[in-house]
């Protein structure tokens, strides 16, 4: 099923991705940090929704409480 996704405190405006039998897919960021962005959607890729929630939960960008990451954890959750 695709999902689509409108962090909140981050670079990035929307996330989308496909979870089928919690395993990830196709996983895009628009806005952010492009080179960066693709390389988390890439290394997210196959793996199970809870797996990627327990690696990426808690990430900071700088100053901010939150990250690109983070916030896709977050999504993922909602889930």
Known sequence: MRYTYRPKGVCSMEISFDVDNDIVSNVSFKGGCNGNLQ???????????????????????GFKSTSCPDQFAKALSEI
């Open 39 to 61: 390389g988390i959607s890439r290394l997210c890729e196959g793996r199970s929704k809870d797996e990627i929630i327990k690696v990426l939960s808690g990430i900071k960008c």
